[in-house]
């Protein structure tokens, strides 16, 4: 799967590169470097492609450990940068174990992990819960 993504075209276009994939699922490290087709005006890189590096991990994440029965989607994203950068940037994306969502400063109240959600659906029950990362 690592290979396929790194071939997908948003991906390749922009050269953005997984370098690990969990089996699970849970993390990956992703990196991208500096090239003429992704630095913008001033030399950085483009900002849209620091996003598009970030964007989809956390969705695709979630779909492989809850399963295909859910449905999954981002409703919103943001991004905040923090410095320009000309040289290799790296990515690290982790943090969807249920014991990591019960550790968040303020947990919302419809978020109850994964092992709910998933023994909810099992008993029948429609099941919709919205989670922040």
């Not at 695709?60 to 994203?77: C, H």
């Amino acid at each position: 799967m690592r290979l396929l993504m790194n071939v997908w075209p948003p991906f390749l276009g922009a050269g953005i590169r997984v370098k690990r994939l969990q089996p699970d699922w849970k993390e990956v490290d992703v990196e991208m470097k500096l090239r003429g087709w992704n630095s913008n005006y001033v030399g950085t890189h483009y900002g849209g492609s620091l996003y598009s590096m970030a964007d989809p991990f956390y969705m695709l994440m979630l779909i492989e450990n809850v399963g295909r029965n859910y449905i999954v989607w981002d409703k919103s994203a943001s991004i905040r940068f923090k410095k320009p950068e000309k040289g290799i940037v790296s990515g690290h994306a982790a943090g969807l174990a249920p014991q990591n969502w019960a550790q968040r400063p303020r947990p919302r109240p419809s978020c109850r992990g994964l092992r709910d959600t998933r023994r909810q659906a099992a008993l029948g029950a429609q099941v919709a819960r919205e989670v922040t990362l």
